[in-house]
């Protein structure tokens, strides 16, 4: 259809006939009046698009902005005209839409978050080496980057990488802010020094969530084995055998005499929790190992973290505060001296609370 025929069929009922007739005068003054209010209209359009600049410029001046208003929306236009910079410096560390399992939709999500912060500065910054950092420290104090870039960079999740593996908070800001730190693509989350490093953020586990693990009941198999019938029930319902170090404490001080076998067997449960790394030997091996409840808590958590780094081959790990920007790194052969020290721990702060047979691998923080 042209856009005369548009024009006769959208007022035909103009006309006496239904349709303008050459042959009549009127029908030809009307036919040309109504053509003419289409091509100022046609015209008033294109100005519009022409003028988009003095629209947005009378839309500023008409609106009730304040400064800093003002000044974002400056900011954000001005981040806009580096969509390109962006770009090229991810491309330089590696990232292209083959890195991720959603392709261009990732990279143009990455480019449009930067946008959105601070791309100058982005742009701007020479990444340093993660190697002369301090193993404990603020990401914004160790780059120079700003606070707020460095929380927006933290708070980039771009999906998963091509593997399919999900690339969480502060993996993608730690291979773009060091030069010796990248992208592995795939076995871990990063790689530094040949290491591969994984990164967790405020509440990360080492480990599945509660309720997503195995489903044996470990409690109920160390209390069928070593408690009768009055005893066990009291054992099930007592909320505190919930917590691992509790339960198992009560099962070993409920045997008499030789304690070989129930040690044998709490072994056994905690290899199950703990990924069947043959690790439980450890930290649970005799009675001195069963005497104090936070003594109890800490063993637990070296045995989780050695256990969860086997499994999952990490040879490091950042925990940082993602809005903070704290961070404390850990090599796994330090991993027992952190925890002892308290660099990180269970979100739990209670010294004997934290590890429940139905949530076996707490969140973790930072001290």
Sequence with gaps: MD?????????CWK??????????????????????????????????????????????????????????YINSIQNRG???????????????????????????????????SEAKEF?????????????????????????????????????????????????LFLALAFNDIDNRGGGGDLNFEGKNLEVKGTGGRLGQQGGRGSDFDYLG????????????????NDNRNKLINYSIKEIFDAVDGDKSAVIKDIQKALDGVYFNKGLAKK?????????????????????????YA??????????MNSKTGEYVYVDVDNLNDSIDSGLFGTIVKDK????????????MIIR
């Design 3 to 11: 856009i005369l025929e548009k024009i006769i069929r959208e007022n």
């Design 15 to 72: 006309f006496d006939k239904g349709y303008p007739d050459m042959d009549i005068p009127k029908d030809v003054a009307l036919l040309n009046e109504i053509v003419e209010g289409y091509k100022y209209k046609i015209k008033e359009e294109e100005g519009e698009e022409e003028n988009l600049m003095d629209k947005l410029l009378d839309t500023i001046r008409n609106s009730n902005l304040s400064n800093d208003e003002i000044n974002s």
């Design 82 to 116: 580096f969509t390109d910079d962006v770009k090229n410096v991810l491309l330089q560390k590696g990232y292209t839409a083959d890195s991720f399992k959603v392709g261009d939709k990732a990279i143009s999500y990455i480019i449009d978050k930067i946008s959105d």
């Design 123 to 171: 742009i701007d910054y020479t990444p340093k080496s993660f190697a002369s950092a301090p193993d404990r420290g603020n990401f914004a104090k160790v780059t120079g980057l700003s606070q707020g870039l460095v929380q927006d960079l933290i708070n980039i999740e771009p999906g998963a990488d091509a593997g399919g593996s999900a690339i969480g908070k502060g993996e």
């Design 221 to 236: 198999f160390l209390g069928d084995k070593y408690l009768e019938e009055e005893e066990l029930d009291e054992f099930l």
């Design 283 to 307: 930290y649970f091996n005799g009675p001195a190992d069963f005497k104090d409840l936070a003594e109890m808590k800490i063993k637990l958590t070296k045995l989780n973290a050695e256990a």
């Design 310 to 319: 086997q499994k999952t081959n990490v040879g490091a790990f950042i925990f």
């Design 352 to 363: 004997i609370k934290g590890y429940q047979w139905n949530n076996p691998h707490p969140n």
